[in-house]
């Protein structure tokens, strides 16, 4: 007798679509089979039951200046939730006067009391110092093996010479790079010749971020990594010229993981041409590109030429924060919120566009994110022994997307008006309901902070 059986429903993973009953007990998958029997039954006829989506790149209440990200770890975890996502890697950043394990234990303070699903911490590395390298491995054993590096930011960027330091003393120590490339010079350059020209307003955010620059960033990396031999994943690759090194690069025998997000697959250069200051509410780095790379996109994914789709979820109100680069497009806040239409908007526009199977759809959700970051077969399938987080899935039912339903804590949706055909009935994290037809039903700090894994072999 399981505590709970969800029954009848369709069954769908990264390796199969079955019929078949799960059963759960003491927060695990306990049984895949037929005709179970539990303490509780949830009748999943003419739904889908999926693994928890795991989302691993996301900034909840990320300072950024003076102002910080507009979801808190309860806020945005309870957004997570409602659209199906039961994991997320959020981002230990060190102060300058702290280690790497002391950084990771503040940011768990700050989760801890109201992360309500489970999460792990990418480490990020903004100086590639002896010292700070010699912290690898205390980082790794404290449960971050995955080191987020910038190319660009002053505040946080490694140059060449730090990039190959830290990529070596990742690959000694079977660390997980996760790279933001792109270049960091052009942007300064290309921003204040456009303050200097006096273009001012947000549609001129794309233009100091070109596409070439970020492929000559995603060269430069690639060829930095292949020096030092190690294993990459690249963060929120935006175009086909990116893509084209990555290929480059694997066919020399290099192994990069590409991460992507939903708004470089659905939204492109059109929304830098709305009225007033609207595109504001797009300015993120990198910006989304034009149709063509797009359509570059979907096709990498279905390939599975682009390994992960994550969200960057990084929100800033509108009407304040947005709004303080009015007179000045490079002082707008840079980041969008997505944390809680992913899994729909990937359904919507991959599966039922005929774009990505639905064994797809859950891999690139759930399954290879938790791969990626050394935390799969606990997170990201259905086997037997796995946590027992499950999205039901009515792959019918129909929404209208807004920022005045939706749970994310900011004043407008990128996806405002959107139909979507597609959304969770019911998520379970651990074997608990915490989410049912769209409302939050579970508890403030109940989430866990998850270990992830050194990669193998090392
Ligand atoms: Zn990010």
Redesign the pocket.
């Known amino acids: 007798m399981f505590d709970l059986v969800i029954a009848n429903g369709t069954l769908v993973t990264a390796e199969a679509t079955v019929q078949a009953d799960l059963g759960l007990s003491n927060g695990r998958v306990a049984a895949v089979g037929k005709r179970l029997v539990g303490l509780e039954t949830i009748d999943a006829t003419g739904l889908w039951v999926l693994p928890g989506a795991l989302d691993e790149?996301v900034?909840l209440q990320m300072p950024l200046g003076d102002v910080r990200s507009s979801d808190d770890f309860y806020s945005g975890t309870v957004a997570a939730a409602c659209g199906g996502t039961t994991t997320i890697v959020d981002f230990a950043e060190p102060k300058p006067d702290q280690t790497l394990v002391e950084a990771q234990a503040a940011r768990r303070a700050e989760a801890e009391g109201k992360v309500v699903i489970d999460y792990g911490l990418h480490m990020t590395l903004s100086r590639a110092d002896d010292e700070t390298l010699a912290q690898i491995p205390a980082s790794i054993k404290a449960g971050s093996a995955s080191f987020k590096m910038y190319m660009a930011y002053d505040r946080l960027r490694l140059d060449d010479g730090g990039l190959l330091r830290a990529l070596a003393a990742l690959r000694e120590h079977g660390g997980r790079p996760l790279i933001?490339a792109e270049n960091h010079h052009a942007i300064l350059y290309l921003t204040a010749l456009a303050l200097r020209e006096g273009r001012t307003g947000p549609e001129n955010h794309p233009l100091t971020r070109p596409a070439v620059m970020e492929a000559e960033a995603i060269h430069r990396l690639l060829a930095l990594a292949h020096v030092t031999g190690t294993p990459l994943v690249l963060?929120?690759l935006s175009c086909a010229l990116g893509l084209e090194e990555v290929r480059a690069a694997r066919a020399r025998g290099q192994t990069v993981w590409v991460e992507t997000c939903p708004q470089y697959l659905l939204l492109d250069e059109k929304e830098y041409r709305r009225p007033g200051f609207e595109a504001a509410k797009f300015v993120m780095a990198p910006p989304p590109r034009t149709a063509a790379d797009r359509a570059a996109l979907w096709a990498g994914l279905a390939a599975s030429e682009i390994n992960t789709v994550a969200t960057?979820h990084?929100p800033f109100f509108y009407e304040t924060d947005k709004m303080r680069g009015r007179d000045d497009f490079s002082r707008i806040p840079g980041g969008a919120p997505g944390i809680e239409t992913r899994l729909t908007l990937l359904y919507t526009h991959g599966v039922r566009a005929g774009r990505l199977s639905p064994q797809r759809w859950v891999e690139v959700c759930c399954t290879e994110p938790a791969r990626r970051f050394g935390l799969w077969p606990r997170k990201g399938t259905l086997a037997v022994g796995s946590d027992a987080d499950v999205v039901i899935f009515d792959p019918e039912r129909q929404v209208t997307l807004s920022y005045a339903t939706l749970h994310q804590n900011v004043d407008y949706c990128p996806y405002e008006g959107w139909e979507v055909q597609g959304y969770p009935t019911t998520v379970l994290s651990r074997g608990d309901v915490i989410a049912l037809n769209g409302e939050f039903v579970g508890q403030a700090g109940r989430g866990r902070f998850l270990s992830s894994r050194p990669l193998p072999g090392r």
């Open positions: 790149h900034h933001h963060a929120h960057d990084c």
